[in-house]
């Protein structure tokens, strides 16, 4: 019975997917209605009108054409016609190369037929043997020759390659297999070809050649088991004399024997290479051997290893990673790969290895076109290549003492580095998944044509069938990119972070059997190190990596490099204990080894911090969470003063209890001095924002513990503050130039309310100054800062508080020179706006005379500072390294800048600064004083500072003189950025610069 023609609308064949409707109507017309099941099979595969058209093709190419449509068509219903149809479909539909094979050999087509297609993944001994039958060689044969040595037999391997590559592709595109073992079976099913073509080979070499053994190494993604499908062939030759037979050189000892195998190796080369009428399989490329192209293209392996030993680059051995023996003598190529890879894991210790590969990798990227740079899917940014180089390089570098890690396999590689903690588990999930999309995609594109090619198709129809064929029919094109776009900039984040990521760089710098501690290996480097208690550090280390948990695992991964850095410290037994306890504070936190291990700055940093600085340390371990601040630049930048306040202020009035109160400004402040310090320690920061920073905190300090004690004031008397408040910062604090020693001197004034009683408004001023003062300086885990107020009118023996009238009367009737001196840096900082503008206005006349400094008040000056030199300098201290008093140091420079403010800032506004570097330049500026002079006044007025405060960072404690145990001297100079072993030429720097200061000072400030 004829079936009912069923007449397809151009609608309905659009909806279906098909783009040429008009095209399919006319040849379904021809075949006729009962052949509607392949239209419907057809409408299924990722480009729908290439698949019908090769399917009808197809019907009239098979010379058993009957057989074929019985097959497809006689029960639409049947289970085994409906699996032909959709794998022929989707093979037609996916490439045209495979559909040209199937048109040539139309026979092909009941491969797809086979009920156990699916079922299986041929081995690769299975497929070895399948391609040796194909061209008539034995595969039990020690070394199989083909059957004939004529233009048919490449043929005949390339038919055979085919037919298997049809099988594959079939349950590719149903995706019955991952794309894992499609990688490794087109490898294995390349590693066959070889053999088949080596057989090929040996039937062409003529008669007496030399005998010889031969093998054939993969390399790249072949020898990876991860090939493409149409990738070319990486491959280097190894070969000996055959056995028994001559030794030595000569032509029937080694020289013939290389001989014979070049002829062999050339042929393999040729075979596969070649076109014919049935096209090529792809590429061979011996480009990888040692010397590449200019070296010989068959080597022993005695050469081999001379070569790798002496001569090769780093990506030599990069690329050694995948080698494997693909064909020839098995028994070769595993002695080559016995002898060769010992080398490949210890190339990380090479001498800028890491710096290499990364080197290596940006030049592909540079190298890539750029209207291709966007369609890339292997060179280019969030490519495949990104995920490969990354992976390799973290095998590498952590594999010489991690045998777990040895697998040419990009994905299980990446699968071991998971496991070992090497890789978040997140992240190594993340990229195995963004991987085996790419290489789909690149299958996927391959297949199309059979042709060499990484790149994303531009046509919208080829993009259209692309999409489909991973399973996007909806919107093929936008899910595609969609897709594709998400996964590349996935890739490329983590390659950034993995591939770069500094902590590599320095391990690749550790010998390779020191990579993972053992407590054996641990006790000997110790000391090599210079760590002085060995025995201390190494029960650190104990603690830190017992265990089997992924906490210990990746301790055991950061320790090695951080042992480095720290021994690159000055104190690398302090680093390591300090290290030890923050992460026993910080251990169970999710962030912080994970912090440590993928961001590798924050580690180098913080190793360098504990290693140099107790104050940093004493910080950190009373809030150890402060260490993510190590990882960026811009986390350790000063916070404006604005921003502090604000914060101290929200602190203070979640509190209602001043000692809560006053502890979580104290917390803020806590928190910035080690923000700064860390600054400072790793030379992120100079000196001059170092001493903004820094009064920057106090003020925000004292704006919130002012907020506390007055409310802490009112609430015990109940009523409000009859009083307007306004503390004045005077010293180094009034200067923006403290140091982290410092004290804040202060000065403060009070001005009673209108109507207020004057006896209860000084009362209660003076009991919110205690108050402040006390709560700031009480014992607490926090650093406390302690306000001093001896600067004020009568010293120790005044009032703690005045009003304003009452400065006056003071400094009209009772002031000294020295306390005008003092008003030079005494600016407002907080309380009452008004109170603090009235307070400027009173005591500019007395810093600032209009007239100048009398000639007598000169004279006094200059006493009170001989008189300082003369007995305050500490007794038995060096005059040449004391920063605050010795010879050009900080008081010399500053008396120098006073005393010319003191002098002529009355007729010059711009030397009213309270600060000593803008005072000195303004002065030169005015011609006071030689622009060189005041260079060297700056330049010793910033060193002594710096190695002030570098040495409160080092010791934690203060101190004025320069350190004479050497090793906190070395540490002090470390801190100033001088190199190892450079203390010495500190200090010769140190009284070089002053000395010179001190020069300027006898000019200027004593003539």
């Known amino acids: 019975m004829t079936p009912q023609a069923h007449v397809w609308t151009t609608g309905q064949l659009v909806r279906l997917g098909f783009g040429e409707p008009d095209r399919i109507r006319e040849t379904l017309g021809e075949l006729g209605p009962r052949f509607d099941p392949l239209l419907e ?227 393999l080369i040729q075979i596969c290479s070649d076109h014919t009428a049935e096209g090529t399989l792809w590429p061979v490329d011996a480009a990888l051997r040692p010397e590449g192209r200019s070296g010989p293209l068959v080597r022993t392996v005695a050469s081999h290893l001379a070569y790798y030993e002496r001569w090769a680059k780093t990506w030599e051995f990069q690329a050694l990673l995948k080698a494997r023996t693909v064909a020839g003598d098995r028994d070769l190529g595993a002695a080559y790969l016995e002898a060769v890879t010992p080398l490949v894991w210890r190339s990380a210790d090479r001498p800028g290895f890491v710096e290499d590969v990364q080197a290596m990798r940006r030049r592909v990227v540079d190298h890539i076109p750029a209207a291709e740079l966007d369609r890339q899917l292997k060179l280019g940014p969030g490519g495949l290549r990104d995920v490969e180089f990354a992976v390799q390089l973290l095998q590498l570098v952590h594999g010489r003492a991690d045998p777990t890690l040895h697998s040419p396999s990009t994905l299980c590689a990446l699968e071991a580095l998971t496991q070992g903690g090497y890789v978040g588990r997140g992240d190594g999930a993340a990229l195995a998944d963004a991987y085996r999309f790419l290489r789909t995609l690149e299958h996927r594109v391959q297949l199309t044509r059979l042709r060499r090619t990484h790149l994303l198709p531009a046509d919208e129809r080829e993009l259209r069938a692309l999409g489909r064929s991973l399973g996007y029919f909806a919107e093929p094109v936008a899910e595609l990119t969609r897709v594709w776009k998400q996964h590349k900039r996935e890739v490329h984040r983590l390659h950034e972070k993995l591939f770069y990521r500094p902590l590599l760089a320095a391990v690749a710098r550790i010998p390779g059997e020191e990579a993972r501690l053992t407590p054996e290996a641990a006790r000997v480097r110790l000391t090599a190190l210079g760590f002085s208690d060995p025995a201390a550090a190494l029960r650190h280390l104990e603690a830190l990596t017992a265990g089997v948990s992924r906490r210990a695992s990746i301790q055991r991964t950061l320790l090695p490099v951080m042992l480095h850095w720290f021994a690159d410290a000055p104190d690398p037994d302090a680093g390591l204990l300090a290290f030890r306890q923050v992460s026993d504070a910080l251990g169970t936190t999710p962030w912080y080894l994970r912090l440590l291990r993928d961001e590798g700055i924050t580690a180098e940093r913080m190793a360098r911090v504990l290693a140099t600085s107790r104050f940093v340390v004493d910080l950190l371990r009373r809030a150890p969470e402060a260490v993510a601040m190590l990882g960026d630049d811009e986390s350790l930048r000063p916070r404006s003063r604005e921003q502090l306040e604000t914060e101290t202020l929200a602190a203070a009035g979640r509190h209602d209890d001043p000692m809560a109160g006053i502890g979580a400004v104290r917390n803020v402040r806590r928190r910035e001095l080690f923000r700064i310090a860390a600054a400072d320690v790793l030379g992120l920061i100079d000196v001059d924002a170092v001493g903004e920073a820094l009064t920057d905190i106090a003020t925000a300090t004292l704006v919130g513990g002012l907020t506390v004690a007055v409310r802490a004031v009112e609430a015990e008397r109940r009523r409000s503050l009859p009083t307007r408040l306004a503390v004045i910062a005077m010293g180094r604090f009034g200067g923006h ?39 700031l300086a009480s014992p607490a885990p926090d650093p406390p800062l302690v306000v001093d107020a001896d600067l004020r009118p009568e010293g120790r023996q005044g009032p703690m508080v005045r009003t304003l009238p009452s400065y006056a009367a003071y400094y009209r009737r009772w002031s000294h020179v020295w306390e005008a001196q003092a008003l030079l840096r005494a600016e407002p900082i ?153 203390a010495g030429r500190f200090l010769e720097d140190y009284r070089r610069v002053t000395r010179r200061a001190r020069a300027v000072v006898d000019r200027v400030f004593w003539q």
């Open 41 to 267: 099979a057809a409408a299924r595969a990722a480009d729908p009108d290439q698949a019908f058209s090769f399917l009808a093709a197809l019907l009239d190419a098979a010379p058993d054409r009957a057989e074929l449509e019985r097959h497809l068509l006689t029960d639409r219903a049947l289970l085994s016609n409906h699996v032909l149809r959709g794998r022929l479909a989707e093979v037609l539909g996916a490439s045209s190369g495979l559909a040209e094979h199937l048109l040539r050999h139309p026979a092909h087509w009941r491969e797809l037929a086979d009920p156990e297609l699916n079922l299986v993944r041929p081995t690769a001994t299975a497929l070895r043997v399948a391609l040796l039958e194909a061209v008539g060689a034995d595969p039990l044969a020690a070394e199989p020759v083909a059957a004939e040595a004529g233009p048919a037999a490449p043929d005949a391997l390339r038919v055979g390659y085919r037919r298997l590559l049809l099988r594959l592709a079939a349950r590719d595109l149903a995706m019955a297999v991952s794309v894992d073992d499609v990688a490794a079976e087109l490898a294995d099913l390349a590693a066959a070809a070889l053999e088949a073509a080596l057989a090929i080979a040996r039937a062409r070499l003529p008669e007496g050649a030399v005998p010889c053994r031969l093998a054939v190494i993969g390399m790249g993604k072949c020898g990876g088991h991860e090939l493409n499908y149409a990738s070319d062939v990486d491959v280097l030759f190894v070969a000996e004399p055959a056995s028994p037979g001559p030794a030595g050189p000569g032509p029937d000892g080694e020289v013939g024997a290389l001989r014979t195998a070049t002829q062999l190796a050339s042929q």
């Open 737 to 775: 130039e403290m140091s982290y020693g410092s004290d804040a001197d202060v000065m403060f004034v009070h001005e009673p309310l209108a109507g207020a009683n004057e006896q209860e408004a000084a009362e209660a001023a003076t009991a919110v100054v205690t108050e402040l003062r006390r709560l």
């Open 830 to 982: 907080c309380g009452d706006p008004e109170l603090r503008r009235r307070f400027v206005e009173l005591i500019d006349a007395i810093r600032w005379p209009a007239a100048g400094l009398p000639e007598s008040d000169a004279r006094e000056i200059l006493r009170i500072k001989a008189r300082v030199d003369a007995e305050r300098l500490p007794r038995g201290a060096d005059p040449t390294t004391h920063t605050k008093l010795g010879r050009g140091g900080l008081a010399d420079v500053e008396w120098t800048a006073q005393l010319l403010q003191l002098r002529h800032a009355g007729r010059l506004p711009e030397l009213r600064t309270t600060r000593t570097v803008q005072a000195l330049r303004a002065a030169a500026s005015a011609e006071l004083i030689d622009n060189s002079d005041a260079e060297a006044l700056v330049s010793a007025w910033r060193l002594a500072t710096r190695a002030r405060n570098a040495v409160l960072l080092v010791r934690d404690q203060p101190s004025d003189s320069l350190p004479r145990d050497p090793r906190d001297l070395a540490a002090v100079s470390r801190v100033l950025g001088y190199a190892p072993l450079e």
